[in-house]
């Protein structure tokens, strides 16, 4: 086991933390003893919050998902199972388990503020207000920019293991209809399509399980939604080997769903259907129950440049069937179907090409 990789700097924070305790409460312990003395915590406040002790802090709460992450995988061994659960039973636990005793500095941190903002309430001089009311500014902006790398630091494990999971086949594989000449092909063999998901603004939305009806089958799909794509997927359970290893013991990022949890432990993967759809150019409509018979929430997708993109498809058709040259049309003739555009389309369009002008 990874002493590190489970608790990171514990023990140092353990240690900060237990000094400052001691160094706090005995400020008070001398008050009560000799009643003519004031409370002064300026000077252990200064030594502590404009020490070191935020920042061992931080390193450790920056530390806190990838130690539950690798706790989630050494869960999965039977010998370590048995032993966290007798170290558990132990009296010093008071029947805390492991998460709820990794979580406790983080809270701890949290209150920090509250502490100081007590203090502050209570005191009558004015320049040890000021201080405190300093202190306590620097430790909420301490807290906010720990929240910030938090954030990004789990957004960034969670997208690293979408990588791994999302599989993003060739053009000429993923639409039969599609060419492309043989000599152009290694230049597309790497696929770029995987950096979409490296952008450290992209935020994963919800991702679950749909059925997905076409015109001749109907398919399970698994959707992901992201702050500006939609991205149709299928999953595909392989019992794929992670580096040699056991896939029951694949780490696990938490804040997946459990199905999509299910499916990375069993080394599975979602293989993207089509391009992604882009969140400005969707609009969505739910279909009366009416219509539709053996599905329940049936919606319908449709994205707004699906119909332009059959329009340039459709392009060296026309090209063929034009009398005169095409660059002669273009300043005078629109190339949309007759009776104008309609006002959404979806990605299949069925105008056949005479009712294009």
């Not at 597309?188 to 009806?213: C, D, F, V």
């Not at 015109?215 to 299928?234: A, P």
């Not at 999953?235 to 990022?253: A, F, H």
């Not at 299910?262 to 992604?276: A, F, H, N, R, Y």
Request: glycine share 4%.
């Amino acid at each position: 086991v990874d002493l590190w990789g489970l608790f990171a700097n514990l023990e140092e924070l353990n240690q900060v933390s237990l000094s400052f305790v001691t160094d706090f409460f005995k400020i008070i312990k001398d008050h009560v003893t000799a009643s003519e003395s004031s409370l002064d915590f300026i000077s252990v406040l200064t030594k502590y919050f404009q020490g070191n002790l935020c920042q061992i802090h931080q390193i450790y709460c920056l530390h806190y998902t990838s130690a539950i992450f690798y706790l989630e995988n050494l869960r999965q061994r039977e010998d370590f199972g048995i032993y966290l659960k007798w170290c558990e039973q132990n009296e010093q636990c008071k029947r805390l388990h492991l998460p709820e005793l990794l979580v406790a500095p983080l809270h701890r941190l949290t209150r920090y503020p509250l502490l100081l903002n007590n203090i502050w309430k209570r005191s009558t001089d004015a320049a040890q207000k000021a201080t405190i009311l300093s202190i306590k500014e620097k430790v909420e902006k301490s807290l906010r920019d720990l929240e910030g790398k938090v954030k990004w630091l789990d957004n960034f494990q969670k997208f690293r293991q979408l990588q791994e999971v999302i599989i993003w086949p060739p053009l000429w594989d993923r639409d039969k209809r599609f060419f492309l000449p043989e000599c152009l092909k290694h230049i597309l063999r790497e696929n770029m399509s995987e950096n979409i998901l490296s952008s450290s603004n992209r935020q994963l939305l919800h991702e679950g399980r749909l059925t997905l009806a076409e015109s001749t089958r109907i398919l399970d799909v698994y959707l992901f939604l992201f702050n500006d794509f939609l991205l149709i997927t299928k999953t595909k359970r392989n019992k794929k080997k992670y580096g040699g290893s056991d896939v029951g013991l694949i780490p696990v990022c938490p804040s997946f769903s459990p199905e999509l949890q299910s499916l990375v432990k069993d080394g599975g993967s979602c293989t993207v259907l089509d391009q992604p759809i882009p969140l400005d150019r969707l609009t969505l409509k739910n279909i009366d129950p009416f219509h539709v018979t053996g599905m329940f929430n049936a919606f319908c997708i449709f994205c707004k440049a699906a119909f332009y993109v059959q329009c340039i498809h459709r392009a060296p058709g026309l090209c063929t069937t034009c009398t005169r040259p095409l660059t002669s049309l273009l300043p005078q003739h629109r190339m949309v179907p007759k009776g104008g555009l309609p006002p959404e389309s979806s990605h299949e369009s069925h105008l056949p090409p005479e009712s294009w002008e």
